[in-house]
């Protein structure tokens, strides 16, 4: 244990370091991988879940030429906000540079957290985008859906059983047990021994400004959720 705890703090270190040093090389290849960027799709079902549960990994999208969309498949109208949510989550996805956001707003997939939305809808939805966007890589919520939301499983049952042009690379963002869930950064040394696809958000700032734009969501439990929710700073993606 103490060696592979010593291995994570060195890896710590050297993502920190590395973090100028990719910047630096991103500058000035710049031109040439902006021809290169890979289109990958991340679907959520509620506006606020990209910025709850998948900043690092928008991160490292960002920070690795890969071009982010993001389906998000209602536009949370549980409390009858849905066009105050619409706008809070498009503006969230320039802040994030999310290329292109498209939200769903289907009678059959309205937010809810005791309706199982119907799978071949959301198929139907996915399978086309990726058709239409040439899309490389899709990920969404696993099996557990982070918060156990039904909505979030829906997404996972459809992606996970949908058809998949070849070569279509797909993951899944892992659900941690309570104690990992609520343990911020200091998750990244279980984390690093346990999952390779690790990405890591270090920026608080980051955090904390993404989820104060969804307004009206940013109520108290959802500000110690910055702090202390290990989703702000670190992800780790399945291949389903
Ligand atoms: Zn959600």
Not at 68 to 86: M, P, Q, T, Y
Not at 171 to 194: C, G, H, Q, W
Not at 199 to 223: D, E, G, T
Request: hydrophobic share 40%; glycine share 2%; with cysteine.
């Amino acid at each position: 244990m103490d060696q592979q705890y010593r291995t994570s703090l060195q890896f710590l270190y050297f993502y920190i370091l590395n973090q100028g040093d990719s910047k630096m090389k991103k500058k000035q290849w710049q031109q040439q991988l902006d021809k290169e960027k890979k289109p990958v799709l991340l679907v959520t079902a509620h506006p606020d879940d990209e910025a709850m549960f998948f900043l690092p990994t928008i991160t490292y999208l960002n920070d690795n030429n890969y071009e982010a969309h993001l389906i998000c498949l209602s536009n949370g109208n549980a409390n009858k906000i849905g066009k105050i949510r619409e706008a809070e989550l498009e503006k969230c996805c320039k802040y994030l540079s999310i290329n292109k956001v498209t939200i769903i707003n289907d009678e059959q997939l309205q937010d809810s957290m005791s309706v199982m939305w119907p799978i071949e809808k959301i198929q139907k939805i996915v399978e086309e985008y990726i058709a239409e966007n040439n899309i490389k890589g899709v990920i969404t919520f696993d099996n557990k859906g982070i918060s156990g939301h039904l909505n979030h499983i829906a997404c996972y049952k459809a992606i996970s059983s949908m058809k998949r042009p070849e070569g279509l690379k797909v993951f899944a963002l892992e659900t941690t047990n309570i104690l990992r869930k609520y343990s911020s950064i200091l998750d990244f040394f279980v984390s690093s021994i346990l999952n390779d696809n690790l990405m890591v958000n270090l920026n608080i700032l980051k955090a904390w400004r993404s989820m104060q734009i969804h307004h009206s969501q940013f109520v108290w439990y959802r500000k110690l959720f910055v702090v202390f929710s290990r989703y702000a700073y670190i992800n780790t993606l399945i291949k389903i």
